[in-house]
């Protein structure tokens, strides 16, 4: 069900994270893996223009999404950023995912034509250690077949492991209530 999202604030430091008594969803992806288009399609209102204004993009942006908060984590693919701001960046989702006791679950948002590499298991790595949920959602399922889609779901359950994969189109407007009923029953209502 589309529905309106509130932005609540940006940080970066723990001390800043907004105080509320929702589950918190974290969510990240590689930059232009359709983070942001996925995010639209969950809301009636297109909340991720806040997350991608400048001076935003490097912070973790929280929504009220009614049922739960939503953590809108900075895009990663590092390849044109510098060795400060890598690390910057794994700190701070490092701190937020170690240290956050409202975290429900992430959300690993992946173009479903890409492979499974080091930033994807590195987030994988935390869940594991960590102990909370993660389930990816595969976006641009409309650049390929279903039997390739189908293809690509099954390859990476076996690679990592992961039950929790889905294949979604922004465009086509498909996968996502199935994403935020999945995350609602298993996250949240549990
Ligand atoms: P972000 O950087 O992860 O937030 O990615 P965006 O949501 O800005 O999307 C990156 C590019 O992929 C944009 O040009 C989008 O229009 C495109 N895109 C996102 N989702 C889809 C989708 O489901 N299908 C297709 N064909 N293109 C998409």
Do not use: C
Not at 16 to 22: F, T
Not at 113 to 128: A, C, G, M
């Amino acid at each position: 069900m589309p529905k309106q999202i509130r932005f609540i604030k940006s940080a970066v430091l723990e001390k800043d994270y907004p105080v509320h008594k929702k589950a918190e969803v974290a969510i990240a992806g590689r930059s232009n893996a359709g983070k942001s288009s996925f995010i639209n399609g969950l809301a009636t209102n297109k909340i991720a223009k806040v997350s991608s204004t400048p001076g935003k993009t490097r912070l973790l942006n929280f929504f009220d999404m009614d049922s739960f908060v939503l953590v809108d984590m900075p895009g990663y693919g590092f390849a044109a950023r510098s060795g400060d701001e890598i690390r910057d960046w794994h700190k701070m989702i490092e701190v937020y995912l170690n240290s956050r006791e409202s975290l429900a679950g992430l959300i690993l948002v992946m173009d479903i034509r890409r492979s499974w590499s080091e930033d994807e298991e590195l987030l994988r790595r935390f869940s594991e250690t960590q102990g909370f949920p993660l389930a990816v959602v595969l976006t641009k399922a409309d650049k390929m077949s279903r039997s390739q889609m189908l293809q690509a779901i099954n390859k990476l359950k076996k690679e990592t492991g992961l039950s929790a994969v889905f294949a979604t189109s922004a465009l086509k407007k498909t996968g996502q209530e199935e994403v935020e009923d999945y995350i609602y029953d298993n996250w949240i209502k549990a």
